[in-house]
């Protein structure tokens, strides 16, 4: 329903939907009671003419109960959303699903861009054929990823909008996460940790493709003999630079 307005591309991005949702509501219904309570309260009792006012401690017990009453539901109602959000944090963060061994990718985050590495034809990553790309991370859809993200200098925050993915990069931590794209489409990869002067500029995006589209990019990208000194950074057609070597 919502999806026509907040693109979701990820196995998981419906589950953070779902939460936020039960939030939402949770809270809501708590904010137009509390709301609609104290605006009843003021009118009911306005100032009139000839009615002393009325000293109230809140300490009898018929009154007190109009404060444990809701306290010990709202008690309730946080604990439906903890229920929720633990579990979605144990299914995004805990747990890793099995993945293709070449469907790994290092993420790199520095001031300011994000760089990519993947294995090259071979399906190793580490090799001389890895395609390392800046600002731009060729995946296919519905193809599980696991990824390890690393920071160069400052604290960065790895986030795909789309996929409701977010992961902060630390300087000399290397994190682990996974995702899986379930849609063919581009999407926004943004910094979402204040880094410095360029933070803003620090986006990219993530292009998720057929399995047929990614080998021709796959292609494209390697080059035929390996040499550990690739050809020299080449634009490729969408414009971007796919750079053949990134400092480490
Ligand atoms: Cu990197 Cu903000």
């Keep these: 329903?919502?999806?026509?307005?907040?693109?979701?591309?990820?196995?998981?991005?419906?589950?953070?939907?779902?939460?936020?949702?039960?939030i939402a509501l949770v809270v809501g219904f708590w904010l137009l009671a509390a709301e609609g309570m104290m605006f009843w309260l003021i009118f009911r009792f306005r100032a009139r003419d000839g009615r002393p006012t009325q000293y109230i401690t809140g300490e009898e017990p018929h009154l007190k109960r109009w404060i444990s009453i809701p306290h010990y539901i709202i008690i309730l109602c946080d604990i439906v959303i903890l229920a929720?959000?633990?579990?979605?944090?144990?299914?995004?963060?805990?747990?890793?699903?099995?993945a293709n061994p070449e469907s790994v990718v290092r993420v790199i985050g520095q001031q300011w861009a994000w760089s990519f590495q993947q294995?090259?034809?071979?399906?190793?990553?580490?090799?001389?054929?890895?395609?390392?790309?800046?600002?731009?991370?060729h995946v296919v859809v519905?193809?599980?990823?696991?990824?390890?993200?690393?920071?160069?200098?400052?604290?960065?925050?790895?986030?795909?909008?789309?996929?409701?993915?977010?992961?902060?990069?630390?300087?000399?931590?290397?994190?682990?996460?996974w995702f899986t794209p379930n849609?063919?489409?581009?999407?926004?990869?943004?910094?979402?940790?204040?880094?410095?002067?360029?933070?803003?500029?620090?986006?990219?995006?993530?292009?998720?493709?057929?399995p047929k589209d990614h080998a021709a990019w796959l292609l494209r990208n390697s080059s035929p003999a390996a040499v550990p000194q690739q050809a020299a950074a080449a634009p490729d057609e969408?414009?971007?630079?796919?750079?053949?070597?990134?400092?480490?």
């Design 1 to 22: 329903m919502w999806e026509r307005y907040i693109t979701a591309a990820s196995t998981y991005a419906h589950r953070v939907d779902l939460l936020f949702i039960l």
């Design 238 to 248: 969408t414009g971007a630079t796919t750079m053949a070597e990134v400092r480490r």
């Design 142 to 177: 519905n193809n599980t990823y696991h990824f390890e993200l690393l920071s160069r200098d400052v604290i960065h925050s790895f986030a795909v909008p789309a996929f409701r993915l977010k992961q902060d990069a630390l300087p000399g931590r290397a994190i682990a996460g």
């Design 119 to 137: 294995p090259g034809p071979d399906g190793v990553l580490d090799t001389a054929d890895d395609i390392r790309t800046v600002g731009e991370l």
């Design 183 to 210: 849609r063919v489409g581009t999407y926004d990869i943004q910094c979402t940790q204040i880094c410095g002067i360029g933070h803003a500029m620090m986006a990219g995006r993530i292009i998720v493709e057929t």
């Design 84 to 98: 929720g959000a633990i579990s979605v944090w144990y299914q995004i963060k805990q747990t890793m699903p099995p």
